[in-house]
């Protein structure tokens, strides 16, 4: 039992060390938006801090058109609704939820709009959450795993737990069988322990 101890103290151990760093984080919007039909929604926020990752997601609660979200400087807003050149930091399709997670290199002013004109059928009530994070190693790529370390964590994750269950369950036959063994002698030629 030691042992099983001793590991499931180093599996937490080795998790908690690959844990990164802690940035900040803070909840710009958290609200449901209205948006009429065949419109967009800017919604205008700053950016502090430089190297500042913008989280952005949305779910269509009520109305029948898809919406998507289009991250913008605050200058290239009316470029973009004008359809004169402009650079968009990041985007989603149409859609009734979506989001994105975007680098945004400079402090500065920066708009969020959301967009309702594909359809135009039906305003719509858009659940928004918009979260800035910064610090430490926001700025650096997600990296995935190569496919084959990524299977050798899956299957190693799935090897050990069937080895717990294993182990858990002969115990329990162990007492079972025990208990039954005492069964099977009197009571009252049992010894009292």
Same mark, same amino acid.
């Given at each position: 039992?030691?042992?099983?101890?001793?590991?499931?103290?180093?599996?937490?151990?080795?998790?908690?060390?690959?844990?990164?760093?802690?940035?900040?984080? *803070?909840?710009?919007?958290?609200?449901?938006?209205?948006?009429?039909?065949?419109?967009?929604?800017?919604?205008?926020? *700053?950016?502090?801090?430089?190297?500042?990752?913008?989280?952005?997601?949305?779910?269509?609660?009520?109305?029948?058109?898809?919406?998507?979200?289009?991250?913008?400087?605050?200058?290239?807003?009316?470029?973009?609704?004008?359809?004169? /050149?402009?650079?968009?930091?990041?985007?989603?399709?149409?859609?009734?939820?979506?989001?994105?997670?975007?680098?945004?290199?400079?402090?500065?002013?920066?708009?969020?709009?959301?967009?309702?004109?594909?359809?135009?059928?039906?305003?719509?009530?858009?659940?928004?959450?918009?979260?800035?994070?910064?610090?430490?190693?926001?700025?650096?790529?997600?990296?995935?795993?190569?496919?084959?370390?990524?299977?050798?964590?899956?299957?190693?994750?799935?090897?050990?737990?069937?080895?717990?269950?294993?182990?858990?369950?002969?115990?329990?036959?162990?007492?079972?069988?025990?208990?039954?063994?005492?069964?099977?002698? /009197?009571?009252?030629?049992?010894?009292?322990?």
């Amino acid at each position: 039992m030691n042992c099983l101890r001793t590991l499931a103290m180093i599996g937490f151990a080795a998790s908690l060390a690959t844990v990164p760093a802690a940035g900040h984080s *803070d909840m710009l919007i958290d609200e449901n938006v209205q948006i009429s039909p065949s419109k967009v929604r800017p919604l205008e926020f *700053d950016v502090g801090v430089q190297g500042t990752r913008v989280l952005c997601t949305y779910h269509v609660e009520q109305g029948r058109s898809g919406v998507r979200a289009v991250l913008l400087k605050r200058g290239d807003v009316r470029l973009w609704l004008s359809d004169r /050149p402009h650079s968009v930091l990041a985007s989603t399709g149409y859609a009734d939820s979506g989001g994105f997670s975007s680098l945004v290199e400079e402090p500065g002013a920066y708009s969020i709009v959301l967009d309702n004109r594909l359809e135009g059928r039906d305003s719509a009530t858009v659940r928004l959450q918009v979260k800035l994070v910064s610090g430490p190693g926001i700025a650096e790529p997600v990296q995935r795993a190569a496919p084959a370390r990524a299977q050798i964590a899956v299957w190693g994750s799935v090897l050990l737990f069937a080895l717990f269950a294993l182990l858990s369950g002969w115990r329990i036959h162990l007492a079972l069988e025990s208990r039954r063994r005492r069964r099977a002698i /009197p009571f009252w030629t049992r010894s009292s322990y």
